[in-house]
Nanobody, 119 residues
Framework: QVQLVESGGGLVQPGGSLRLSCAAS????????MGWYRQAPGKQRELVAA???????NYGDSVKDRFTISRDNAKNTVYLQMSSLKPEDTAVYYC?????????????WGQGTQVTVSS
């Protein structure tokens, strides 16, 4: 069974920073992409950032130049460094892991961690 354990969310003032972590544990191999999505109340879930096993990154337009995604392949862990946070970054942030095991594709989602940007 695979588990994604997220941490690092919380309340921060506008202009502040937070770092999210997501560690995948259990019987998992062949991870290709790890990433973060977010969903604000009344809005659709959207891509924040993703990174492949080779280090290629992709960011949502609203977070470019403010957020940085990285990963530790040995630990099956992905990080999201968030800087210059704005109130509109307030959302539940979800970790996603995708890959394949013996050509059988899979994806897993974390339970989400709340990020609130407010003064």
């Amino acid at each position: 069974q695979v588990q994604l354990v997220e941490s690092g969310g919380g309340l921060v003032q506008p202009g502040g920073s937070l770092r999210l972590s997501c560690a995948a544990s259990g019987s998992i191999s062949g991870i290709y992409a790890m990433g973060w999505y977010r969903q604000a109340p009344g809005k659709q879930r959207e891509l924040v950032a993703a990174i492949t096993s080779g280090g290629r990154t992709n960011y949502g337009d609203s977070v470019k130049d403010r957020f940085t995604i990285s990963r530790d392949n040995a630990k099956n862990t992905v990080y999201l460094q968030m800087s210059s946070l704005k109130p509109e970054d307030t959302a539940v942030y979800y970790c996603r892991v995708a890959g394949s095991n013996d050509y059988d594709p899979y994806e897993y989602w974390g339970q989400g961690t709340q990020v609130t940007v407010s003064s």
